[in-house]
């Protein structure tokens, strides 16, 4: 089966580090995403991992380990209009991709 | 266009009625993708295709759902005899062949359909 954990919600403060976590098990595994969606928009890419280790792109990193299914990404110096939800997303072979249920993120003054 | 298009934005369909959703993709892009997104929910893979085939149905939830794209480049989403529970945003996506595994996914605005 296809199975992509996410929390649901995390509060944060402005200015702020914020870690959000996704564990995967899928049939399949060639590489994982993480997009931003504020609500009432459409998902925008943030971020991909397709070999172990952290990649960082400006105030957002991405951090995979495919031995322990686990992937997080990281938001540095919390802006307000960070608050969105986060999906993380595997492709599990060819372009086939399956979405997790999304973490939503407040970020308060 | 310069993004992924859909139509119409906003759909109300009486239950049991068909509806056609409509997806223009990004130029060039050889990957379309459907999801289908409940309130507060996360995406639900319905069907990708890879030019004009579909290798994997397997998200479509019943017969009633069926897609095709012509020409490699639009795509049609049909839902047959609608049902209430079939009211969510649908949200189309494409992406390039850049590598085999990487697909960044550049996704459309969306068509709201509500089922009365």
């Known amino acids: 089966g296809q199975n992509i954990d996410q929390p649901t919600e995390m509060t944060a403060t402005e200015g702020a580090i914020v870690q959000i976590n996704c564990t995967y098990q899928?049939?399949?595994?060639?590489?994982l995403f993480w997009y931003q969606q504020h609500a009432g928009e459409a998902p925008t890419f943030l971020s991909y991992n397709v070999l172990d280790g952290l990649e960082e792109k400006g105030r957002f990193s991405s951090f995979l380990s495919r031995s322990k299914g686990y992937s997080y990404l990281l938001l540095k110096e919390l802006q307000m209009k960070d608050s969105a939800s986060y999906l993380c997303a595997v492709n599990t072979g060819g372009f086939k991709t399956i979405f997790g249920a999304g973490t939503r993120l407040f970020v308060k003054a | 266009g310069a993004g992924v298009s859909q139509s119409p934005s906003n759909k109300v369909t009486e239950k049991g009625k068909d509806v056609e959703l409509r997806c223009d993709p990004i130029?060039?892009?050889?990957?379309l993708y459907w999801y289908r997104q409940s309130l507060g929910q996360g995406l639900e893979f319905l069907i990708y295709f890879q030019g004009n085939s579909a290798p994997d149905k397997s998200g479509l939830p019943s017969d009633r759902f069926s897609a095709e794209r012509t020409g490699g480049s639009v795509s049609t989403l049909t839902i047959q005899r609608t049902q209430q529970e079939d009211s969510a945003v649908y949200l189309c996506?494409?992406?390039?062949?850049?590598?085999?595994?990487?697909?960044?996914?550049?996704f459309g605005p969306g068509t709201r359909l509500t089922v009365l």
């Open positions: 130029s060039g892009h050889t990957a």
């Open positions: 996506a494409s992406s390039s062949q850049l590598a085999v595994s990487y697909n960044e996914q550049f």
């Open positions: 899928t049939s399949g595994f060639n590489g």
